[in-house]
């Protein structure tokens, strides 16, 4: 990305001979060494490249990179110019203006021509260029400026990363145990015996057994895992005011996937009559009615879970004495509108998580992570002895170099990131295939993501990072079912344990539930294993 424009600059009074022999010397400083400043390769820094003197003007061609951009050089230059002309000669500046700027990308993006600044788009070559307004110097100062230069940078680091969304890395897998991989999908199982009943696209209800189940491995993970390492248990709001998403970067990122709530218009039920009336003679009701008597949405469904961690502590300043906070969330389920990836209960629209935060300073949020981490693989690999694997993904926001070729390079997991944890299923095909494994969980070190934006504070002015790991629990029982099955002879021992320390609660069966003869018969062999 390359930025050019004119910058004028025009003085209180004209400029003669002297003044221009300095001006000159000035302009060779600038483009030797203040200029570079701050940058290490010459495509970063900025330049003049020719000027010329009217009167009182001084019009300076400048080209700019990527780290010191136009209204940094811009302000530099007036800078040097002020700080040596106005002293010696008695001269000030009563004006600058860059006109005529140019982004040159090297990617083709597009950008919303509704935006501040944003004049016109054209490509040339397959290159964009995007030409802004004439800008001044407050509009170089303003927040909305710097934002909008942010937004053409990330637009062209996220064409060169070629749509994909992040980087994987193999970090770390288990030995291959599996010898006779299990063909069924245990979705379907679990849906075949009437442990779950789907009630709409993506959403299911988990009948007593299931939950259960799901409820002794929730019990087992927060054992085993989340309370040694000494986290308390807090109850998070699910739905969220739009304000926060903006703040933690979810409207801007996932806004796709995204699920929205509205309040009703009014609270008055006579206002509501003639839908009330249509309801009651058609017996139906039309969403593009409903929508009339509904305000526009004002809150997001819960998407990431800890996204409450980071407003509680938004401008607050917390010391030594608390930190590192260590909180976990289990109150609720998270809503993720998938499309069409929906499968079973192992990809839904609504889904449950334990969802574990940390807030604390930068080696007390690595620490953490690593004992968490260390939790996690014995969790995986002794506690419910999985065939897993960890990788460290890269989201493009987080690439530093902004470059997509596949790197041979040492991985620093010590910087924030995030690591996944995958296990095989094998119902859906041999372990050496990438798509057969399932993302049962993760851990991410955000660095100052969230403190930044929510102003969370350290009373010494130190750094404050967070953390957050999701335990999605649909997802480790489908890992579980999927190598192990339904046979409770197979199940991890401390597992079984956990699963009878309560009697098991009825299956629910009548005359047309569950809805197959076959899966009727399924329950009842499963079942048999389920006395004690
Ligand atoms: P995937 O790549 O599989 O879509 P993700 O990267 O979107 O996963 P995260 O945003 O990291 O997942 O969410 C954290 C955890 O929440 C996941 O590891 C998983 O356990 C769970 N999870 C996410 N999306 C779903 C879903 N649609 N259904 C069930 N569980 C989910
Ligand atoms: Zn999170
Ligand atoms: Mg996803």
New binding site residues.
Partial sequence: MIFTGTLEITFNKPLNNEMVNDIVKLIEFLNRDYLKRGTRKAEEAASIKEYKINSNVLIIKIETGSKVRPDEASLRIKNVLASNLGPKYKIGIRNLVLKDVKVIMESKISISLKLPFVKNITVEDGKNLIELSELHEDDLRKPVFLRLIRLIEEKEKRAKWGGKA?HWTLIKSSRIKIEKPISEDPNKILEDIGWIKRMSI?QWLFTPPLTHLINALKKLFLDEVVKPLGFQEAIFPKIYPLEVGLKTGHLKGVIN?MMFASLPKSYDISEYEELIDYMYVMDEIEPEELQKYLKPPTYFLC???CEPFYWFFENEIVDDSILPVKWYDMSGP?Y?W?AG??HG?????????IEVVWLGKPEQVIDVRNKLLEGYEKFMDQVLDLEWRMAW?TPWFYEQSGTVEEEEREININVPG?I??EAWLPYRGPREDNKNW?????I?IHGTKFTEPFKVKHNKGETLWTGCS???????LIALLAQKGFDIDNWPKKFVDYVKETPFPQSISTVSYPKTKEGKVLLDKILSKFRW
């Fill in positions: 992040e993506g996937s998407f990431a879970q998270s993720r998938e990836g929906i209960i192992e990809r839904v629209i609504e889904f449950h998580r993904v995030t996944d944890f399932l993302e049962i969980g993760n991410s999701g335990f999605g629990t649909e997802r480790w």
